[in-house]
């Protein structure tokens, strides 16, 4: 019996392992199989979202943003402060005094011709402009300057002949070459309108007696065409820099330097002169 038991025993033995030995077998390769992991690539920026600002955003003052218009076009309204140079030309010019005057006498003669003189001035200028095509605009700029005019009658010299203010409003039609550009040159053509105001007489004593010769000082209204060219540059956002120069023809202008009583002159000194003004500006624009 103990030797039936021991081999019974034996090939129990011998059954399991064999069995255990498979399944260890069969396990193995699942346990070296590879490990399968899923990962999720993001993809590139792109450059037209990343690379500008969104629509709404808020464009500050001095920025330039995807949503800001190069150059100047129609509807634009433009406001300019620059700083003005008048240039006064006197291309010539014409003094009459009362023949057989006193001062006619010592003037050694009484018509003097391109012998006045009126000082150069600068100031700030505003203008305001507005486009009604692409390429078409009409500006209207307004300053006032003050100036002093001199006359050189014969032989009494140079004569201090008083001093004016002038405000030139001036109405410009303008034609802009390159509209929709950083740099837009421009050529136009308007009309001047000289306002006289603030007129002040001479405080010259030259005259027989220590008397004034010119005692007065009276210009009348003059109305000329004016032509100018210049150019725009966009800066940043919507500030431009300008430069301009304008050719103002104020010809044949009227100036009273005498009051009809003056015992010197004889009465009114009439001068006429051609004051024919070159106007030249360079300042900053803000387009609404």
């Not at 740099?183 to 006289?196: D, M, R, S």
């Not at 004016?226 to 820099?241: A, P």
Request: charge should be positive.
């Amino acid at each position: 019996m103990s030797r039936t038991f021991t081999r019974m025993a034996a090939a129990a033995l011998v059954t399991f392992g064999t069995t255990s030995f498979g399944v260890a077998k069969a396990a193995a390769p699942s346990a070296r199989a590879p490990v399968t992991t899923t990962t999720t690539m993001q993809a590139a920026p792109d450059a037209s979202i990343h690379l500008q600002p969104p629509a709404n955003e808020h464009c500050g003052l001095f920025k330039t943003c995807a949503s800001t218009k190069i150059g100047f076009g129609k509807g634009d309204f433009v406001v300019r402060l620059s700083a003005l140079g008048v240039i006064t030309n006197n291309t010539g010019s014409r003094v009459r005094l009362a023949e057989g005057s006193p001062a006619a006498t010592l003037a050694g003669g009484n018509v003097f011709r391109h012998n006045t003189s009126v000082t150069n001035q600068a100031m700030p200028e505003l203008t305001l402009e507005y486009f009604l095509t692409d390429h078409l605009s009409l500006d209207l700029i307004a300053s006032s300057t003050r100036h002093e005019a001199a006359a050189h009658v014969g032989k009494l010299g140079k004569l201090d002949a008083g001093s004016f203010w002038i405000l030139p409003p001036t109405l410009t039609a303008a034609y802009h070459f390159r509209p929709h550009k950083r740099f837009n040159p421009y050529a136009g053509l308007g009309i001047t309108v000289a306002i006289f105001h603030n007129m002040h007489a001479a405080k010259n004593l030259n005259g027989i007696g220590n008397g004034a010769v010119f005692d007065a000082m009276h210009m009348k209204t003059n109305v000329g065409p004016s032509f100018n060219l210049g150019f725009d540059y966009q800066l940043v956002g919507n500030w431009f820099f300008n430069f301009d120069i304008k050719q103002i023809l104020l010809l044949n202008q009227s100036v009273h330097l005498s009051k009809r009583g003056n015992p010197i002159t004889g009465g009114r000194v009439r001068v006429h002169d051609d004051v024919n003004p070159t106007v030249v500006g360079a300042g900053i624009e803000y387009r609404f």
